[in-house]
C-alpha cells in the first residue's frame, strides 16, 4: 500500500480544483492539478498518479478524450465529475475508461468516499507491487491470478483496470452463479447501490470485449436477463 496517496485533479474550474484540491489535502493526500485533458495526459505520463478526479467539460481536450488516451497506457483508477446526471452521460464517461462517476455539486464527505474506495480498490489489485506466487482461479480457458492481479485469456496476458479485476474476481470465484447488478455494485464499489444498471452494465461490456472471441454472443461471461450475470465455462 501506499505511504502517502497523490491525487490528479483535472477541471477548467480554477475554484473547483481549489475546493478539491483543499478537501484532499486536509485528508492526507498529496495532490497534482491541471485545467485541461492535455496537460492531464502530460501528467499521467511524467508524474504518474494513484488516482485522477476527471471533469467531463473542458475546452479543447475534455476529459471523456483524456480518458480513452491515458486507458491505452495506465490502468489508474479514474473519477470522473460532470454538472450533467443523465444516464447517457454517465454511459459515455465509464465507456471511455473511468472506473465511478459523480455528478456536481456532490458532498465533499462523498468525494472522500469515493476516493477512498477506488484507492483500496486498485490497493487490491497491487498494481505491479505484489509478489507472485500460484495462487488463481481458472474457468476454462480463462485464468484470473489472484496474486499477480492478472488476466490470462487462452494463454495471453490481458491488461485489466482495478474494478474490472475485482469484477471478474467476485463472478470467477463462483462460476455459475448469477450475480444482479446490484450485488456486484455492492461487493465492488463497497456502496449502497441504487440504479446501477447502466454502471455494471458499461463494466461488463468492457471485460466482454477483453475475454471473448465473439463479445456479442459471449461464452463465459453471461447476461441473464431480468436476474444479473453469470461466469461460466462454455
Not at 456536481?104 to 505491479?128: C, H, M, N, T, W
Request: proline share 4%.
Amino acid at each position: 500500500m501506499a505511504d502517502v496517496y497523490q491525487i490528479l485533479v483535472v477541471d477548467d474550474d480554477f475554484s473547483i480544483v481549489n475546493i478539491i484540491e483543499t478537501a484532499l489535502k486536509q485528508a492526507g493526500y498529496q495532490v497534482l492539478t491541471a485545467h485541461d485533458g492535455e496537460a492531464a495526459c502530460h501528467l499521467v505520463n511524467t508524474k504518474p498518479p494513484h488516482l485522477i478526479i476527471m471533469d467531463v467539460m473542458m475546452p479543447q481536450c475534455n476529459g471523456i478524450i483524456a480518458t480513452m488516451r491515458i486507458r491505452q497506457n495506465h490502468n489508474v483508477p479514474i473519477l470522473m465529475l460532470s454538472a450533467k446526471a443523465e444516464g447517457s452521460d454517465r454511459v459515455l464517461g465509464l465507456e471511455a475508461g473511468a472506473d465511478d462517476y459523480l455528478v456536481k455539486p456532490f458532498y465533499q464527505q462523498e468525494l472522500l468516499a469515493r476516493v477512498k474506495a477506488l484507492l483500496r480498490r486498485y490497493d487490491d489489485l497491487g498494481s505491479i507491487r505484489e509478489t507472485q506466487s500460484n495462487d488463481q482461479i481458472r474457468v476454462g480457458g480463462i485464468i484470473l491470478n489472484i496474486a499477480t492481479k492478472q488476466l490470462i485469456v487462452r494463454g495471453e496476458a490481458v491488461r485489466l483496470t482495478a474494478t474490472e479485476f475485482k469484477i471478474l474476481q467476485v463472478l470467477m470465484s463462483n462460476p455459475g452463479r448469477v450475480y444482479s447488478a446490484e450485488e456486484i455494485y455492492e461487493r465492488v464499489w463497497e456502496s449502497d447501490a441504487y440504479a446501477v444498471e447502466n454502471t455494471v452494465m458499461v463494466h461488463i461490456s468492457r471485460i466482454r470485449e477483453k475475454l471473448e472471441l465473439n463479445p456479442k454472443k459471449p461464452e463465459y461471461l453471461k447476461v441473464v436477463w431480468g436476474i444479473g450475470y453469470v461466469f461460466e465455462a462454455p
